[in-house]
């Protein structure tokens, strides 16, 4: 069966460094893969979109790239702050689904 | 505020009883879903609808879970004969169909079940 894996529960992280999320999916490859951040107690915000085609997308201080061979796509934030901290979604779609398909996060903590 | 919106944001119910949710989407939204999220892992599949059509339903889900959306604009989740697994909050999102959409989520309705 499809799995969705992200690299770890939690990431620390210093103020002003660059965070790296993993997102590592198993057998068939997405139409498209998505970014989300929540904080707790609220739903999902979208964040970024890159599609199979493609291999890297870039907004203000988020870059999301997509390796179609490695079956991976990470996440960046540069230039971090303490208002990033929150937890980070991947989320899939593939060809034979009309849904998403959530990884389950990964805690994000930027200390000052 | 012109967001999905979700009521209640919170519910506590006994086991056995039921329970239902509304969720409203953003309004020129026509696609809508319902996921389940636990602490600590990701918002769950549950059912979309496309429009007023219940287009897919999780194998996950019981029987005791059924969704409507009569107009195509707002929806409901029934939960009949609750259980203490069914605790969990309760997300809801829309997106308007067309090649990598994306979906807004509303902020959910925690449900806990004594």
């Known amino acids: 069966s499809q799995k969705i894996e992200q690299n770890s529960e939690a990431l620390n992280i210093q103020e002003g460094k660059t965070a790296t999320l993993t997102c590592n999916y198993t057998?068939?490859?997405?139409?498209?893969l998505q970014w989300y951040r929540q904080d707790p107690g609220r739903g999902p915000v979208f964040l970024l979109l890159?599609?199979?085609?493609?291999k890297e997308k870039r907004k203000e201080r988020l870059k999301v790239t997509f390796d179609t061979t490695l079956k991976q796509s990470l996440f960046h934030i540069t230039a971090s702050q303490p208002a990033d901290s929150a937890t980070y979604l991947c989320?899939?779609?593939?060809?034979?689904?009309?849904?998403?398909?959530f990884g389950a996060g990964t805690r994000l903590t930027v200390k000052p | 505020d012109t967001g999905v919106s979700q009521d209640p944001r919170h519910k506590i119910t006994k086991r056995g009883q039921n329970v239902t949710f509304r969720c409203d989407p953003i309004?020129?939204?026509?696609?809508l879903y319902w996921y389940r999220q636990t602490l600590g892992q990701g918002p769950e599949f549950l059912t979309y609808?496309?429009?007023?059509?219940?287009?897919?339903k999780s194998r996950l889900l019981s029987d005791r879970f059924s969704a409507e959306r009569p107009k195509g604009s707002f929806s409901t989740l029934e939960i009949q004969r609750t259980e203490q697994g069914d605790s969990a909050m309760y997300l809801c999102?829309?997106?308007?169909?067309?090649?990598?959409?994306?979906?807004?989520f509303g902020p959910g309705t925690r449900l806990l079940v004594l």
């Open positions: 989320a899939l779609k593939f060809y034979n689904n009309n849904d998403m398909r």
């Open positions: 309004s020129e939204h026509n696609r």
């Open positions: 890159i599609r199979e085609n493609e």
């Open positions: 999102a829309s997106s308007l169909a067309g090649r990598g959409e994306t979906q807004y």
């Open positions: 057998n068939y490859s997405p139409a498209y």
């Open positions: 609808f496309q429009n007023e059509a219940q287009l897919e």
